[in-house]
Nanobody, 126 residues
Framework: QVQLAESGGGSVQAGGFLRITCVVS????????MAWFRQAPGKEREGVASIDSDGRTRYADSVKGRFTISQDNARNTLYLQMNSLKPEDTAMYYC????????????????????WGQGTQVTVSS
């Protein structure tokens, strides 16, 4: 059973940085796609970044050059390093996993993923 647990969210001023973490259990498949999504109040959940079993990473245009997704397979952990944070980055951030496949062009759609964490709140003040 796949389980995901996010942590590391918090409050930061604009221009600051945070690193959020997702501890992954149950993903023992050779092919997988992992991603970070975010959802602000009143808005749809949007894909932020993805990484897959081939090591390929993808980013939403809104975070390119500021956010970095990475994984530590030895620790079963997914990270999202967020730099130069903006107030519009304020949202609940979720970790997501899809097994049996590497990431496709649909990675930024919530329906693509079958496993989700509970989320961690990131708040950026101006």
């Amino acid at each position: 059973q796949v389980q995901l647990a996010e942590s590391g969210g918090g409050s930061v001023q604009a221009g600051g940085f945070l690193r959020i973490t997702c501890v992954v259990s149950g993903v023992t498949y050779s092919r997988y796609c992992m991603a970070w999504f975010r959802q602000a109040p009143g808005k749809e959940r949007e894909g932020v970044a993805s990484i897959d079993s081939d090591g390929r990473t993808r980013y939403a245009d809104s975070v390119k050059g500021r956010f970095t997704i990475s994984q530590d397979n030895a620790r079963n952990t997914l990270y999202l390093q967020m730099n130069s944070l903006k107030p519009e980055d304020t949202a609940m951030y979720y970790c997501a996993a899809r097994v049996y496949d590497s990431c496709s062009d649909s990675w930024n759609f919530a329906w693509y993923f079958g496993h989700w964490g509970q989320g961690t709140q990131v708040t950026v003040s101006s």
